[in-house]
């Protein structure tokens, strides 16, 4: 589970690895010089940092990721549900929805996946 705690900059990092993997690791560095303005040194501490802790494998200069990006939304969600609304849907849903308002094909998509996770 550990490996799926990312901070920002990490789960940044991740998105342009998810978006270009396999990715050799001096292209990579490229695209976060890029997207982010970092040095190659810090692009390469990521890569470490990351490697260390089994989120993404850098063998022979090609840079994989080791989990999926759904999976670390799927447990960033979990942590904010519970930390945030008590573990309660319904209150996070009241929370995000206050103000919005859904469209027919987005109100359909809801009701579809609700009655999917009930069956």
Known sequence: MENLKLFDAEYRFMNVLWEHEPVNSTELVRL?????EWKKSTTYSMIKR??????LKNENAI????VKKEDVQKYESEVLL???FDNSLPVFLTAF????KL????????KKMIEEATK
């Open 32 to 36: 976060c010089l890029d997207r982010f």
């Open 50 to 55: 990351l490697s260390e802790r089994s989120v």
């Open 63 to 66: 840079v994989m990721a080791l």
């Open 82 to 84: 519970e930390k945030t």
């Open 97 to 100: 929805l206050r103000d919005k």
């Open 103 to 110: 469209s027919k094909s987005e109100s359909e998509k809801l």
